[in-house]
């Protein structure tokens, strides 16, 4: 009885372990999404692509998101000479509040949304509970670092990409 119940103890271990392994999502995940010119670009055009990608979940309605607005344009305009790209995906369902608040911001990289704000497909596949959401994603497309803001965003960056 004892090596019966070590063996099924065994084997319950085992497909624990390997479902784990198994189970374990990857850490990019792709979606296609709308531009504000109405093209449409997948996340894997920027991701994995030999730069450094910062996805930058936000909406014009959100205050805390337009506050954090100047830190995360200060990132793009001193990292992407060290190969820094920035991909904001808009939770708005406004397009025409979206394309206001990237010209009053001056936000001149890449912009896309799926138009669904807090039942946003690609903001679901993150987790992204609550905005301004930011992931980040080395060279390679594995993500290095989630949820930064301000100086820790800053700090973070600069750690990936030092001045050479």
Known sequence: MKKL????LSIVLFST???????KEPDFKDARLATLKGDSISL???VGKH????????????????????????????????GLEIVGISLDRD??????????VGITW???TDYNAQGS????????QYIPYIVIFDKNG??????LHGEALLKKLEELMPAK
């Not at 119940?5 to 099924?8: A, P």
């Not at 996805?55 to 060290?82: L, Q, T």
């Not at 397009?95 to 009053?104: F, M, T």
């Not at 497909?121 to 992204?128: C, E, M, P, R, T």
């Open 5 to 8: 119940s070590l063996c099924v």
């Open 17 to 23: 372990i390997s479902f784990a392994q198994d189970s």
């Open 44 to 46: 894997s055009d920027y």
């Open 51 to 82: 730069k450094f990608v910062l996805i930058d979940f936000w909406a014009s309605w959100c205050g805390p998101c337009m506050r954090e607005m100047p830190n995360v344009k200060a990132a793009y305009e001193k990292y992407k000479s060290r």
């Open 95 to 104: 397009k025409a509040a979206w394309e206001g608040a990237v010209k009053r």
């Open 110 to 112: 890449p912009q896309a």
């Open 121 to 128: 497909k690609v903001a679901n596949l993150y987790g992204v």
């Open 142 to 147: 594995k993500m290095v670092a989630k949820n």
